[in-house]
């Protein structure tokens, strides 16, 4: 059984700095990570889905990395800004079909002025 | 295009009663999943629809219900309510729902319901 952990499990940092969130799965065998951004009370944003053939993603700030050898994804957020305070959930689906997404706990990330 | 929608965003109900949560897909997915979200369990599979035929399905009680219809638009039924349903329903739509195809998931922003 797929089993994603998100360490740590919350983050404060300083405007500016850059930082590195961790995902970890048990089972190598997957189609595709995505990583998804959630406000407080709110719905999922995707921020980056990574194939399984490929080892990065960027979009702007944010670049995701995949390594499925060790069972373990990356996302990291350059010069990081208040708004990008938020909860950092990854996801992966099962080894067929799309569901169901197994969901790490999520990263409360915090990010001072 | 617009976005997953969900209605309503919120609701309060008693115990006992039962409730319908309505989703539309972004145009064009045909693919529509459910999840409940607590702050204990985290994001909980509920179900999956695909061209009208519910495609998987997670571990809860049959309490839980759902289906879609011909425009791809889905609804979920709780029936029964207990004060544990309290959570934020989230649906996902993805466009063609291919078995082992890396597709994108676009989740609506949520029905908080509140069970008193």
């Known amino acids: 059984k797929q089993e994603v952990t998100q360490i740590p499990a919350a983050l404060s940092v300083p405007e500016g700095e850059n930082l590195v969130l961790n995902c970890s799965f048990t089972?190598?065998?997957?189609?595709?990570l995505q990583w998804f951004r959630q406000d407080p009370g709110k719905g999922l944003t995707s921020l980056l889905l990574?194939?399984?053939?490929?080892r990065e993603q960027t979009s702007g700030r944010l670049n995701a990395s995949l390594d499925k050898s060790s069972g373990r994804s990356t996302l990291y957020i350059a010069a990081s800004q208040p708004g990008d305070s938020a909860t950092y959930l990854c996801?992966?689906?099962?080894?067929?079909?799309?569901?169901?997404?197994?969901f790490g706990k999520g990263t409360r990330l915090s990010v001072i002025a | 295009k617009a976005g997953v929608t969900q209605t309503p965003r919120y609701l309060i109900k008693t115990r006992g009663q039962q409730v319908t949560l309505s989703c539309s897909p972004i145009?064009?997915?045909?693919?529509v999943s459910w999840y409940q979200q607590t702050p204990g369990q985290g994001l909980q599979f509920l179900f999956e629809?695909?061209?009208?035929?519910?495609?998987n399905k997670g571990n809860f009680p049959g309490r839980f219900s759902g289906r879609q219809f011909s425009n791809s638009r889905s609804e979920m039924n709780v029936s029964t309510l207990e004060l544990g349903d309290s959570a934020l329903y989230l649906c996902?739509?993805?466009?063609?729902?291919?078995?082992?195809?890396?597709?994108?998931?676009?989740f609506g922003p949520g029905t908080r319901l509140l069970v008193l």
């Open positions: 996902a739509s993805s466009l063609a729902g291919r078995r082992g195809g890396p597709e994108t998931q676009y």
């Open positions: 089972d190598s065998a997957i189609y595709n």
């Open positions: 990574i194939q399984s053939s490929q």
């Open positions: 996801a992966v689906p099962p080894n067929s079909g799309n569901t169901p997404l197994v």
């Open positions: 145009s064009g997915h045909r693919s």
């Open positions: 629809y695909f061209s009208e035929t519910q495609r």
